[in-house]
């Protein structure tokens, strides 16, 4: 499985991104999709994640309910992460995860930062 993310960038507190993340590869054996971010000097953590079950069950982090949106497109083999309301404390380089019943994947990021 590969995964290319795209769609960061430099945006004020309030504002909306949309963080994209190609799928390719043996797609059939992903059980779930997931973003993660890591900001400077901190642990990386869970912030979505999508289920490939046929209700995509999605679970999202404390920090984010509300204002972060996952979403998947089966049929172009895309990952989304809708942000809005951003906040400074939002700033990482966000990654995409894919995690099949033996391994995981991780693409190598992109960076959000929100400053105003």
């Known amino acids: 499985v590969l995964l290319t993310e795209s769609g960061g960038s430099l945006v004020h507190p309030g504002g909306s991104l949309r963080l994209s993340c190609a799928v390719s590869?043996?797609?059939?054996?992903?059980?779930?999709l997931n973003w993660y971010r890591q900001a400077q000097g901190k642990q990386r953590e869970l912030v979505a994640r999508?289920?490939?079950?046929?209700?995509?069950?999605?679970y999202y982090a404390e920090s984010v309910k509300g204002r972060f949106t996952i979403s998947r497109d089966y049929a172009n083999n895309m990952l989304y992460l809708q942000m809005n309301n951003l906040k400074v404390e939002d700033t990482a380089v966000y990654t995409c995860y894919a995690r099949t019943r033996e391994v995981g994947y991780w693409g190598l990021g992109t960076q959000v930062t929100v400053s105003s």
């Open positions: 999508i289920n490939s079950d046929r209700d995509n069950t999605r």
């Open positions: 590869g043996n797609i059939d054996s992903i059980i779930h």
